[in-house]
């Protein structure tokens, strides 16, 4: 079995940088149509009305990466409420909204599909800062789950991947993330490698493109009997 998606159509939200750009190229260079949604572009992934106006356009869809997502840093007693809805929102209730839209799709045509979510290592490994951020990558693995179960009837596989760092302009949203940088004399790069080496036993976070590849083996034909799984691809960081 081989990563070739040609004849297939894909669904990538959040595709105009990070983990959803390199997998949407991944994709349409193993020869997939996708069908790319991004903030950037206007489209909100939490705005239901938007997915009621997308349903035609995806009504043929096979592959779905349900990633658009922000980041949050913040301590509890800090956290302000507006930030919260504004994490969950995107977050949680975008990936819900995406997901339905994608397995409507699939189940209305019956050829079945392939879904996955970008998660994060955050949603399993509790961090002080993180409580908005792992909490929606939390509930984001729990409905991949609850997915996969719904979906299996239907020949719908959904699982999600949950990176530890990877080095995304996300990191950029962090308040703690700009202080490192500054630390580093304004060099992100090297901040970047300071945080790896200290946080993963590998010593080196992943590339956007490394991410798109274990994204793209969970979507094709070589993972057909997998459905259901969080894929740690940390660098041992949640060990």
Known sequence: MTRDFHGRTALVTGSASGIGLATAALLEWRGAH????DLA??????DAALWQRLAPDIADIDLALVNAGVASSAAIAE???AEWRRVLAVNLDGAMLSLQAAMRAMQAHGRGGAIVF???ISGIKAE????AYGASKAAVIHLAKVAAKEGAPHGIRVNAIAPGGVDTPIWDDMDFFAQMVADHGGDRAAAIAA????ATPLGRYASAEETAEQITFLLSDAAATITGTVLAADGGYSL
Do not use: E, K, N, R
């Not at 996708?34 to 949604?37: D, K, M, Q, S």
């Open 34 to 37: 996708v069908i790319g949604i």
């Open 41 to 46: 572009q206007g489209q909100d992934v939490a």
């Open 79 to 81: 956290l302000d409420f």
């Open 118 to 120: 970008t998660a994060s």
């Open 128 to 131: 002080p800062g993180t409580a």
């Open 195 to 198: 945080m790896a080496a200290i």
